[in-house]
């Protein structure tokens, strides 16, 4: 099977039921998504699969041909990073971290999904910060060290970057 | 500053060149003379420890290697601060590396010399550590990252002085060498500079110099009006690599031909596996290399993670019921009420005045309950292990790298010298990853059975289920509270009978000046593993105390805070954060138009006060906690923003084990297993939260377990307030 990721298609023979979360870091050595809960419950393992974000720990590989998947390595760098990123670094939001790349992945197809709708509702549309309900709707991972009011508070402002 | 009599600073040349300063312990009978051989030697003998923290090197870079291990509170970074304020040099000047999991490295004789000379810490603390480094035997194979202790201890009493030491033999270095007095050199800028030539040398080019003089023994510390890094909110070392995802953990490791194991587990805690009945079916698995029964059940070892897990899925056997097959939570619940009226088994008793002696006035009583705690951090239990001609090498992330690699060695019948251990910054703690003992390194147990069987590098990872299904858990508590209250509403008596193991009656005692008091405790371990779980006796006996005190604040008719403050004498430490919490939430005792009500809980533990109010309404009957307000005074603040991160998550970790926590044992095994019926609170549920830190200028007490007991009560409190009182936890089941 054929599997684009960040960009790059890999040739792969794998059995199609492999979730996609020990393709990217077994097959693909692509370690920043993290295993928390194998039942799709704690987000950790969350990657984009055409721009939606899906908890790779129960998505089948299968499920993910024909389509691109993007991963926290692909997200930004230090020398460039996403304003989610950006945002996180700003608001010193990880503790243990190990969720951490799971809740950007998150919090960035959530702002990234919002501003495409609304400029194409409106090309010319000023995005405007999400509220903080609609973060609140939005985020749906786990973080145990409970980092909650920074995750929120970084999501609401890296909504009014870019 | 005065170290005690068993510790004194040390010096040696560092690797490579230049100047390490640390601590050397455990050896108060040594003459200087002998300590100038020990600190040559640089190494370990006639018991003396070495532990040399800071290095200057000659390229000018000062190192802190700190014998802590990061799992997100700060650590490394407040060391650091220390360090970097008493050498007095430019933050960026200075870098942390992870000490190595050696025994030059533990902790366990600097703690333990401190406490038994000091009496600042209570008996609580005091038990905590003595089990974590006693269950291993010896204080050398104790590199304990726990009972918030790595700033207030190494940090602050240890590592700082011996900065201060080493800027000292620096500055002797560059007096020798330009030929001046001391006291006409100044440092500031990672130089030793005399302003009247102007001349100056780096700290790099007086590092092999310095490593020569003395070690003064008692340097001088700044006074905090000169601090310029203590206080300050430096970036926290470990946020890039965490947020740009670099496999910084040890279920990112990788070694070349690594198989993967999973593992099956038995149904009940401790039992053993008889016999696999499908091993040739799992064998035949795509990937599937080997299978080994090991300790409370079977491993499947396969080239991948996925395909070893979904093969244990699949293996099928029997086991032998262990005794504990008939035990669940209601019987160990029976059996507890049942102790808890023979008075025979109190085996602890704190007592003051007579509660005996106090008859008639209003009688209050009320019994609680909370049920046993896993600790589920993000990253699940794992390990790697490999060999590399006769060493075997051992990565996972782990609060006591030493104690790990101790507990590997002796499970693989190796020396410790032919282990190395890899420590790896860890996906949450909580206690899980806290210590060898109690068996709580049970999968590191399992791994090594594994590897001595099929002697091939391998990487063990627990699925989340196995994670909840054999952890070692918050013991399940139960108490019986009696309060009498005299004709104007004062608390007469008190007295408080509690069931569990290591139960400390001081920590269960109340803060409240309430003049008869009896604490009475039964102490007997069950069959349940236990482990420290994150702020540990506090979880329960906050809930207890803080709770009883605001019920007897209603039978008093009185407003629970203020009540608390009545109770409270003039000069104790929770008045400050009481009353600072309460002028930030804008108490009120009564319920708001809105149908929301504010609870308050207040404790000490771990060397810092804390108080929480939280403003709760019942949503469809259940509670929904809106906005926390939390005070806290922690003595000296090192690092604000990691002071306010920890009070930030301490109180959705408490506030999870209040809503939601609960391990249920049925047939001697967990019933719980992952995320969907072992809650943790979301973004969803999780409130406001506001943060003022109050401190009051004393030795930093401790943060990371600082702010997790209150909630359980302070959120019971409030939901009095709107209605019927609960006196179990968790609060929704």
């Avoid at chain 1, 926290?72 to 950006?86: M, N, Y």
């Avoid at chain 2, 009247?196 to 310095?210: K, M, P, Q």
């Avoid at chain 2, 059940?297 to 993670?305: I, K, Q, R």
Wanted: proline share 5%.
């Amino acid at each position: 099977m054929k599997l684009d990721v960040n960009g790059q298609v890999h040739e792969l023979d794998l059995e199609d039921e492999m979730p996609l979360l020990w393709v990217l870091r077994e097959e693909l050595g692509l370690r920043g998504t993290k295993f928390g809960c194998g039942m799709g419950l704690c987000g950790a393992c969350t990657v984009h699969v055409d721009g939606s974000p899906m908890r790779s720990c129960i998505t089948p590989v299968a499920a993910a041909q024909g389509k691109s998947v993007r991963t926290i390595e692909d997200l930004g760098s230090p020398e460039d990073p996403h304003p989610v990123q950006a945002a996180w670094l700003a608001l010193a939001v990880p503790q243990c971290g190990y969720c951490q790349p799971g809740m950007q992945m998150a919090a960035a197809a959530f702002l990234e999904k919002r501003r495409a709708g609304a400029l194409a509702d409106d090309p010319d549309a000023a995005v405007t910060p999400p509220t903080d309900e609609e973060v609140r709707r939005a985020i749906t991972n786990i973080c145990r060290c409970g980092c909650y009011e920074r995750i929120r508070t970084a999501v609401v402002t890296a909504g009014t970057v870019g | 500053m005065k170290l005690n009599r068993r510790t004194f600073l040390v010096s040696g040349l560092a690797l490579g060149g230049g100047l390490a300063v640390g601590l050397c312990a455990g050896v108060g009978a040594l003459s200087q003379h002998d300590r100038r051989a020990h600190q040559q030697a640089g190494a370990d003998g006639d018991g003396a420890l070495v532990a040399l923290w800071i290095q200057i090197r000659s390229d000018n870079t000062i190192a802190v290697l700190s014998p802590h291990t990061e799992m997100g509170q700060g650590t490394h970074t407040g060391l650091a601060q220390l360090v970097a304020e008493e050498l007095d040099v430019p933050w960026e000047q200075v870098v942390v590396e992870q000490a190595p999991a050696d025994r030059a490295f533990t902790n366990g004789n600097v703690i333990q010399g401190f406490i038994f000379e000091d009496d600042v810490l209570a008996g609580f603390f005091k038990r905590v550590l003595d089990n974590a480094f006693f269950i291993g035997g010896d204080l050398g194979s104790v590199q304990m990252t726990g009972g918030s202790t790595s700033l207030r201890f190494t940090g602050w009493r240890s590592m700082r002085v011996a900065a201060a030491a080493a800027r000292e033999l620096l500055i002797a270095a560059a007096a020798a060498s330009l030929g001046v007095a001391l006291a006409e050199l100044t440092t500031g800028d990672g130089r030793v500079v005399h302003a009247a030539s102007g001349r100056a040398l780096t700290y790099g080019e007086l590092a092999d110099a310095a490593a020569q003089l003395p070690v003064p023994q008692e340097p001088r510390l700044k006074d905090p009006s000169e601090y310029r890094h203590v206080g300050v909110s430096r970036p926290r070392a470990d946020l890039p690599d965490k947020i740009f995802g670099r496999p910084v953990y040890g279920i990112d490791r990788e070694v070349e031909g690594m198989l993967h194991v999973a593992v099956a587990g038995t149904r009940a805690i401790f039992g053993e596996v008889d016999a696999i009945t499908n091993e040739a079916e799992v064998l035949a698995r795509r990937g599937v290399k080997a299978m080994v029964i090991v300790q409370e059940g079977v491993a499947v070892v396969a080239d991948n993670p996925w395909r070893a897990e979904q093969a244990a899925r699949a293996v099928t056997f029997t086991e032998r019921a262990p005794p504990n097959a008939v035990q669940s939570s209601a019987s160990l619940v029976a059996g507890m009420e049942a102790a808890l009226e023979d008075p025979e088994r109190f085996s602890g008793v704190m007592e003051r005045g007579d509660v005996e002696s106090v008859v008639g006035g209003t009688v209050v009583e009320a019994r609680y309950a909370v049920p046993f705690l896993a600790h589920a951090p993000m990253e699940p239990p794992n390990v790697t292990l490999w060999r590399e001609g006769d060493v075997v090498h051992v990565a996972s992330g782990l609060q006591d790298p030493l104690g790990g690699r101790t507990w590997a060695a002796d499970r693989l019948g190796l020396p410790l010298e032919q282990v190395v251990f890899h420590p790896h910054t860890m996906g949450g703690g909580f206690g899980r990853r806290a210590t060898a003992g109690d068996d709580m390194l049970n999968y590191i147990t399992q791994a090594c059975t594994v590897f001595q069987a099929i002697d091939a590098p391998i990487k063990l990872c627990w699925s989340r289920e196995l994670d909840v299904r054999f952890d070692r858990y918050r013991k399940q508590s139960i108490a019986r509270y009696r309060g009498v209250l005299g004709p104007d509403g004062a608390a007469l008596a008190w007295q408080a009978d509690s069931y569990g193991e290591v139960n400390i009656p001081d920590d269960a005692a109340s803060a409240y000046a309430v003049p008869h008091m009896r604490s009475r405790n039964v102490q007997e371990e069950t069959f349940v593993p236990y482990a420290y779980w994150r702020s540990v006796e506090a979880s329960i006996h906050c809930f207890y105390n803080e709770c009883f005190i605001d019920e007897l604040a209603v039978a008093a008719a009185a407003d629970p805070l203020q009540y608390r403050l009545d109770h409270l004498p003039a000069d104790h430490r929770l008045r400050g954060v009481i009353e600072a919490a309460r002028d930030m939430a804008g108490w009120r005792a009564d319920a708001a138009a809105d149908g929301s009500a504010m609870g308050v809980a207040a404790y000490e533990l771990f060397g810092s006060a804390c108080c929480q109010i939280a403003r709760v309404s019942l949503v469809n009957g259940k509670p929904k906690v809106h906005e926390v307000w939390c005070a806290v005074d922690c003595g000296t603040v090192i690092n604000p923003d990691a002071v306010i991160a920890q009070m930030e998550g301490g109180m959705i970790f408490g506030l999870t084990a209040a809503l939601y926590g609960r391990i249920d044992i049925e047939d001697g095994g967990v019933v719980q297993s992952n995320f969907h019926d072992y809650r943790m609170v979301r973004m969803a549920d999780a409130p406001r939260l506001h943060v003022a830190l109050v401190p009051d200028g004393s030795a930093p007490g401790g943060i990371g377990e600082v702010a997790v007991p209150h909630l359980s009560a302070a959120v019971a409190n409030a939901l009095a307030v709107l209605g019927e009182r609960p006196r179990s936890l968790p609060l929704i089941s």
